[in-house]
Structures are given as C-alpha cells and as structure tokens.
C-alpha cells in the first residue's frame, strides 16, 4: 500500500469511528506502530486530525472566526437555544460566553424574562441592548478579534467576582474522555473560570461537535451538568454522556 493510500484510510477509518488507535491500525494496515505514529503526525500537522497519545480523534469541524460560525449551521442552533430556554426562570444570574449558540440563545430571551445575564461577548451585549428586562453586566479587558469577546486578566476576574446560576458554554470541541477543549487558549481560560464560578453548567454543542478535541483544556466532561444538542438525547453518539450522569437533552 502506498503512503498516501495509507493516510486516507486512517482517515476514512477515522470519519467512520470518531476515533482511531494505533495498535489497531498497525494491525489492518500490516505496518508498524511507528509508521502509523508518523502518519498520524503528519495528518496532524495537515490539520486533518488532531494526535492523542494511543491514536487520534477529529478535530472540531467548526469554523474559528465569529463572522464565519455565526452562518454556520444556523437552524441547529435555534433548536439549541429553544431547548436551553427551559432551563431560564426569573431572578436568575446567568453567564453567557462567545459561542454562537449562546448568542441565539439570548436572541430568544422572553421579553417578560427578569435575568442577569454576565458576558464577555460583544454580540450578546448587543442582542441584549434592547431587552427590556434583562440586565447585562460586560466584563471588559482585550479585545479578541477572531471571537469579538474580551479576554485578559480583567475579564477573569469580573467573572471571579460573581456566583452565577448556570453557565451556558458555547463548545468548540467535546469529548469523553479529552474533555471539553477550545481552539484559543485564552478563550479556555475564561470558559474555565465561568464552569469554576457557576452552580450549574449546560453546554450547547452541535452533534458534529461530539468526540472532537482541540489544544486547549477547558474542564472534564464531568464538570458539565447538562448537554444540549439538536439531536434526539437517546443519539448513539451522546450514550456515553448519559451513562457518567450528565442530563443530555
């Protein structure tokens, strides 16, 4: 088998399983572990997986720049934020971060609804700016260009500062046993101090964003307290969340 023949089938085995190992691959392709090691870093280094140690799983299939994920899959993320509206009742304080999903999310806030919602995103500020009850607080500090959320050392501790009710995490990549991840550290950093500083925390992924690892650590998956999809909560590919005691709605 030639090399090239070799890597799409590591990647054809890849889109099949959300997963591959090297001892297996070794195996179906009657070469060496090595060989597969090298292979997996070069797709890496194409940015056509992302290496873990033992194999290697998808890379988030999202794009990184705001103005390219706010058009991306735009009817997924209405169901999403219709499933987390549910979980909004009034007097709560709530942290909303950058994701997409968050934004329509707070894009379908009731207008009767009283909460306060705590943000680092400009979108969200500006979607809110109308809202006749909803009181925002925005947590200054960096501009970051590429999400149009603030980050830095002032924007970590205005969410220090406050206990919050629920956390709503827009997710870049999340996995089983990888965690949740993110493509920009700093960005990591400040979806990890509002899990830290939240009673409850729901995720809002899209299924394409399920077994999907990217640099960054934000938190165990067992951190998280509930998992909003557009899927069906019985899905194969959200199972695994379900059986470690996460609500998957």
């Known amino acids: 088998m030639l090399k090239e023949e070799r890597l799409q089938a590591i990647l054809d085995q890849l889109s099949q399983d959300n997963k591959v190992r090297l001892d297996a691959l070794s195996e179906s ?8 090691r090298r292979d997996i870093k070069e797709l890496d280094t194409r940015g ?25 899959d735009i009817g997924t993320k209405k169901i ?4 987390a509206l549910d979980f909004l009742t009034d007097g ?25 919602v705590v943000t680092n995103s400009f979108p969200v500020a500006n979607v809110l700016e109308d809202h006749p009850n909803a009181e925002v607080i925005f947590a200054g500090g960096r501009l970051y260009k590429t999400g149009f959320t603030t980050m830095g050392q002032e924007t970590l501790d205005t969410f220090s500062r406050v206990r919050a009710d629920i956390c709503f995490l827009g997710i870049c990549s999340i996995h089983e046993s990888m965690g949740v991840t993110a493509m920009d ?20 992924s899209s299924l394409e964003k399920t077994n999907t690892v990217e640099p960054f650590y934000i938190c165990p998956v067992t951190d998280l307290d509930v998992i909003i999809t557009e899927a069906e909560p019985d899905n194969k590919l959200l199972k695994g969340f379900g059986e470690m005691g996460i609500e998957v709605v």
């Open 185 to 204: 550290y700093e960005d990591a950093q400040v979806k990890k101090i509002m899990v830290e500083k939240a009673a409850k925390t729901i995720a809002m």
């Open 48 to 72: 056509l997986l992302k290496a873990v140690r033992g194999g290697a799983v998808l890379h988030s299939p999202v794009p990184h720049h705001y103005r390219d994920r706010e058009k991306h």
């Open 29 to 36: 392709l009657n070469v060496s572990e090595d060989t597969i």
């Open 92 to 116: 709560q304080v709530v942290f909303f971060d950058g994701g997409t999903s968050v934004v329509a999310l707070a894009a379908s806030l009731p207008a009767n609804l009283k909460i306060t």
């Open 80 to 83: 999403i934020a219709t499933k």
